[in-house]
């Protein structure tokens, strides 16, 4: 008897059942933060929860069947016209004064923005419907595959076990999302994050205390292009761009260099393209690393001077002087193409700037647009 009462009380605690415990995920906090900025304040706070009888019932009928699950959570038509609705009482409570608007959108506009970047995150990453890049986007595995139907299914387990937010909320659909991107490894996004506090820390010190006036351009502007094979880090038209960019800089035309380009092409790429530009730059021509920013997060040419913007912005670089494009002739002639501006108006809604007069086959100016700020939610991978 004593001997039982002993090994009782002796028993280690982890012979219990364990209990939720939440952790913090810097991966998923910060892919969060980036994407779905508004959503994450609307979801912690008491005032956002908004579910709906019906969206909730519409969840619980699909069981454990992980395309069901995917479907359902899906926010419709009628869903976001009940958190649309919503938006006056919450302005009221307060919680709206915690959200960062989206550019120069309304709180309402910006929320149902990210509500539609959550659905099309679902919707390719959960159903396996093609997204607006297939070519470079989508799931790791074939949709017909067995193994992407597993994937689906860990990564509703996985959001479950992160959160214990009932399945029809905002927070319990956001984690969903996010663990559908990182069980496809689609993080990119929080990759060098918080950014200008790392790798453009020396040019945020730096531009607050240049005298714009004395330089034609306040910035170079150098788009990466990605190799043909995974093994190689930089390709012959990057590497030029380099050299182009650091003749540019000697000569005193700009301040800054600008590298943009992410892990692009081909698909699978663990090599940024900015990075090893900037790596190239430094290394190779001596420019001093705090004169050049880095941007690893554009994946076209429309978001590399999309995103050149919002790193002026960020760093008090100012939009009202003219920026100088160096790349190779071949893209500097296609950004200054019609079917550039189409493209633009086609993908992003709008021009990112004005594409100027034409120095060289590789120099071409171009003036910034503040439009360039404002989110894209039919491609939430490229925030």
């Excluded at 989508?138 to 996985?158: M, Y």
């Excluded at 292009?225 to 650091?246: F, I, Q, Y």
């Amino acid at each position: 008897m004593l001997a039982a009462l002993a090994m009782t009380a002796a028993a280690p605690v982890w012979a219990e059942t364990p209990a939720p415990v939440a952790v913090a995920d810097t991966v998923v906090d910060t892919l969060s933060g980036r994407l779905f900025p508004m959503l994450g304040a609307l979801g912690r706070s008491p005032a956002g929860t908004l579910d709906t009888r019906a969206r909730a019932a519409r969840i619980a009928a699909c069981g454990d069947t992980p395309a069901c699950v995917i479907e359902a959570t899906i926010w419709t038509d009628q869903d976001r016209a009940t958190i649309a609705a919503a938006v006056p009482r919450l302005a009221k409570t307060g919680v709206l004064r915690s959200m960062q608007p989206i550019a120069d959108l309304s709180p309402s506009v910006g929320i149902d923005q990210e509500l539609e970047a959550l659905n099309v995150v679902l919707r390719v990453y959960g159903l396996g419907t093609p997204g607006r890049y297939p070519k470079i986007d989508g799931p790791i595995f074939a949709t017909d595959s067995p193994f992407f139907a597993d994937s689906v299914k860990v990564a509703i387990d996985t959001a479950r076990a992160a959160s214990d937010a009932p399945p029809a909320t905002i927070a319990a659909s956001v984690r969903l999302a996010l663990a559908l991107l990182d069980a496809n490894d689609a993080t990119a996004a929080t990759r060098f994050e918080p950014l200008d506090q790392r790798e453009n820390a020396g040019a945020l010190r730096l531009a607050a205390r240049t005298d714009w006036k004395a330089f034609r351009y306040s910035l170079l502007i150098v788009p990466g292009v990605g190799p043909e094979d995974v093994a190689t880090t930089l390709s012959p038209r990057s590497k030029l761009h380099a050299l182009l960019a650091a003749q540019r800089y000697r000569q005193g035309l700009a301040p800054f260099i600008l590298v943009s380009g992410s892990a692009v092409h081909p698909r699978g790429t663990r090599f940024v393209e900015a990075v090893e530009i900037r790596r190239a730059l430094i290394e190779r021509y001596g420019i001093p690393a705090d004169r050049v920013i880095l941007e690893p997060y554009a994946r076209h040419t429309t978001t590399n001077l999309r995103n050149a913007t919002r790193r002026m912005v960020a760093l008090g670089i100012p939009l009202d002087r003219p920026t100088l494009i160096v790349t190779d002739a071949e893209q500097s002639k296609y950004i200054e193409s019609p079917t550039f501006t189409d493209r633009n108006r086609t993908e992003l809604g709008y021009l990112p700037g004005t594409v100027g007069r034409r120095l060289s086959v590789y120099d071409l100016e171009f003036r910034p647009s503040r439009l360039s700020l404002r989110h894209d939610p039919r491609d939430p991978l490229d925030p």
